[in-house]
């Protein structure tokens, strides 16, 4: 696999007074050597009866927006460039902006997208926000969501891995974390640890089928333990992780992983997602949202080698919307 050569940095505010996602944006691409550009959609939409409003046509107004965007990303450059990275600016007017970032990405190849995980109040005070995972669920490379400003340091990667293939995964999906993480930790000369939960799919083994036996479900749990627990340590041999370095629990996901993460006061979670449509998909999505919104780190996410890209190729450009009717308001 080649090494990170370019990274796209989603800029969601450039107008911001303080940006420290994009400081440490700056700072991981100079870890990897990689490149940057800074990219940022216009997705607001443009009304068509502004020109008598302001005596603006839409393509000043859509020239200005553009520069106005685009001097605030050229000082992210300059920034970026005196830390001693390579770095340009993109703007587009492009909707919806998990789409136009993908788009971007793959137009200026980058093998990496950066984002800024979004804030809100929630119990932690950042968590995954619709358009974060939208961009999770359709981009084809992997995407770094910052959920912190902090340095990464020398602090251990976690990769969070599934050797058993719960819910259908694809096995190469736990190489390509375990890579990923991999190069994570060289490029930070950081530890790389390993982490899975053993959590047997009841579930579906219950739908449709008659009440089972206590004892039944015992001896299915204990046999599906101990092949996940062999799974877990044949993997883990393969790829060269220490004994001190595996951390194997028994319980649901989403409070193991952000455990183990704490625990270890780790800098990034490397996981995957897999994109399924139906029912399967929003079950498992819902369930690696939870994790995800529960993890106190950063969070990079990767896909299986086919997975291909779900969005247009060709931008939709400036998002325009129709006068509305007048209507008179009640008497």
């Known amino acids: 696999m080649h090494p990170i050569r370019k990274i796209l940095v989603a800029v969601k505010n450039p107008d911001a007074r303080r940006q420290p996602a994009i400081e440490k944006a700056i700072h991981i691409a100079k870890t990897l050597g990689a490149s940057i550009e800074f990219f940022h959609a216009i997705a607001d939409p443009v009304f068509l009866e502004v020109q008598p409003l302001t005596g603006h046509t839409v393509a000043e107004l859509r020239r200005e927006a553009l520069e106005l965007r685009q001097k605030a990303l050229d000082k992210l450059s300059t920034r970026a ?17 998990h789409e ?22 929630r119990t932690a005070p950042w968590f995954v926000h619709l358009t974060d995972w939208e961009l999770l669920r359709t981009s084809p490379m992997p995407v770094l969501l910052l959920k912190n400003a902090k340095p990464w340091g020398r602090a251990p990667i ?3 891995v599934d050797p058993s293939h719960a819910h259908a995964k694809p096995s190469g ?21 390993l982490v899975h939960a053993i959590y047997p799919p009841f579930v579906g083994l219950a739908i ?7 004892s039944l479900l015992a001896a299915y749990y204990e046999r599906q333990e101990k092949q996940d627990r062999k799974d877990f340590s044949d993997f883990a041999t393969e790829a060269s992780i220490s004994s ?57 996410v990767v896909k299986p080698a086919h997975f291909r890209k779900r969005v247009a190729a060709r931008s ?16």
């Open 100 to 121: 136009a970032i993908v788009r971007r990405a793959v137009r200026c190849r980058a093998g990496l997208i950066i984002a800024e995980c979004h804030q809100g109040r």
């Open 81 to 97: 460039r005196e830390l001693g990275v390579d770095a340009s600016g993109e703007v587009e007017w492009d909707f919806p902006p």
């Open 208 to 214: 449709g089928e008659p009440v089972i036996d206590g």
């Open 316 to 331: 939709r450009g400036m998002r325009m919307i129709a006068p509305q009717p007048f209507m008179p308001l009640p008497v």
């Open 173 to 193: 999906l736990d190489a390509e974390i375990v890579t990923q993480a991999g190069r994570l930790a060289s490029a930070t000369r950081s530890a790389l640890h």
């Open 244 to 300: 001190a370095r595996r951390h194997l629990f028994s319980g649901p996901p989403v409070e193991m992983i952000p455990e183990a993460a704490r625990n270890l006061r780790a800098s990034v979670v490397v996981m995957g997602a897999v994109s399924r449509s139906g029912l399967k998909r929003i079950f498992i999505g819902n369930t690696a949202e939870r994790v995800l919104n529960g993890l106190p780190c950063d969070v990079l």
């Open 158 to 160: 976690l990769a969070a």
